[in-house]
């Protein structure tokens, strides 16, 4: 048994995600795990479908098991989502190698940008360029490009590359036994707006189901697409981010700058600058024009906004990974997980009830996760009722 790994949205499940399986599968993976983001993603807005329904379509279209990605770190950037999604891999203790797409392809020199980036020298030099107002990953390219050259900044130019960085350097902090294995990216580029063939963007499919565009059908499996379109959970035309937008707003006019300090990724002082755009801000695009500047990007406001949706603080952002939350297996998912009882560091879990240390660690984090959900229930067509991280069980094939 060869255990292979993805970390992932499926922000929905596409032609593109259904290429990268079967490749994995080419490359002598017997089993296939897949730890995605539950139903807020890492542009800090909330998936279009939700994460039952985008693990449905994940096992019908090459994966046998769907562990979650805790809100924390699925709403986080590069690094922090990299980390939590090693983390839950790597806790299962029976995970082989772990896959990611790339625009480059070439493993060697992600696995020496990675090493490159994390040395004494490049933080030293980051620290000046940061001092002259660049963003972390401008300040961060030329921190490489200066001692290492330029091919090696070259690898923090691009999503995706940069995300396969961010997964090794996870990798070797934690030491972890699986093996990083990159599969080049293929058709449409990351954040395309337009196809390639039967291949497109996550971002430009999601604009297509918002303007009820019929085309986004041929962009993804036949499978994957009757599992969306039978969704009791549909998105609205306004989609789901501007439906929450109103929420959001009043969330933020009813903090103190105190408690905008306390979530991630607010430092130096920069709560203070989103606090006095609140004052006067009639709107989320408000906020974030008015807070953002050459330093402080539209996406980190973007995520940070959201982590005030959320309730998600420094404490949590900074809580290790509990638990192992199972979204859905088929029959060789069942193998796997006969495996990882075994060896798993973590407990794996379905449902509240599996988590039986009531004050813990482990039942914050899920009582975050369920809060999530429960906000995300307001985001559809129409509302569901709360507490259906509760109560949910696995999608079973």
């Known amino acids: 048994m060869k255990i292979s790994s993805v970390i992932c949205e499926y922000n929905p499940f596409h032609n593109g995600h259904e290429y990268m399986l079967r490749k994995m599968r080419e490359g002598g993976a017997t089993h296939i795990i897949a730890c995605m983001s539950g139903n807020f993603t890492q542009r800090g807005i909330p998936a279009v479908y939700d994460k039952f329904t985008r693990a449905k379509a994940a096992l019908l279209c090459g994966a046998d098991l769907v562990t979650e990605l805790p809100v924390s770190f699925a709403c986080a950037g590069a690094e922090h989502f990299a980390f939590g999604g090693v983390s839950v891999l790597n806790s299962l203790g029976c995970v082989d190698e772990l896959c990611f797409g790339s625009e480059s392809g070439n493993i060697g020199l992600l696995k020496k940008t990675a090493e490159y980036i994390t040395d004494d020298c490049v933080c030293e ?16 390219q030329n921190a490489a490009a200066e001692l290492y050259g330029e091919e090696c900044a070259t690898m923090l130019t691009s999503p995706n590359d940069i995300l396969g960085i961010e997964y090794i350097k996870a ?18 580029a990351h954040d395309s707006e337009k196809a390639d063939g039967n291949t497109a963007s996550a971002m430009y499919i999601r604009r297509l189901i918002q303007c009820g565009d019929d085309l986004f059908a041929q962009l993804m499996p036949g499978r994957a697409f009757d599992v969306f379109m039978s969704s009791k959970n549909q998105p609205p035309e306004c989609g789901r981010h501007t439906k929450l937008e109103g929420f959001m707003l009043y969330r933020l006019r009813t903090m103190t700058q105190r408690q905008i300090a306390q979530l991630p990724e607010v430092s130096e002082g920069l709560e203070n600058r989103i606090f006095q755009a609140i004052r006067t801000a009639c709107s989320i695009e408000e906020v974030i024009n008015r807070t953002k500047t050459k330093r402080y990007t539209y996406a980190r ?12 603080t420094k404490q949590d952002y900074s809580m290790p990974v509990q638990y192992i939350r199972i979204l859905g ?14 060896t798993s560091s973590l407990p794996i879990i379905m449902r509240y009830a599996d988590i039986r240390q009531p004050g813990t660690d482990a039942v914050r984090m899920f009582d975050l996760e369920s809060r999530a959900d429960d906000i995300y229930s307001m985001s559809g067509e129409k509302i569901f009722p709360c507490g259906t991280n509760m109560t949910a069980k696995p999608v079973i094939l």
Do not use: D
Request: a positive charge; zero cysteines; glycine letters at 6%.
């Open 125 to 140: 030099s980051l620290k000046k360029y940061l001092a002259q107002g660049m963003t972390f990953a401008a300040a961060r």
């Open 171 to 188: 990798l070797n902090q934690l030491k972890s036994r699986m093996v990083p294995k990159t599969i080049q990216r293929q058709g449409a």
């Open 301 to 312: 406001i973007r995520r940070i906004l959201n982590y005030a949706l959320l309730g998600i």
């Open 329 to 342: 297996f088929n029959e060789r998912g069942r193998e796997i997980l006969k495996s990882a009882k075994k």
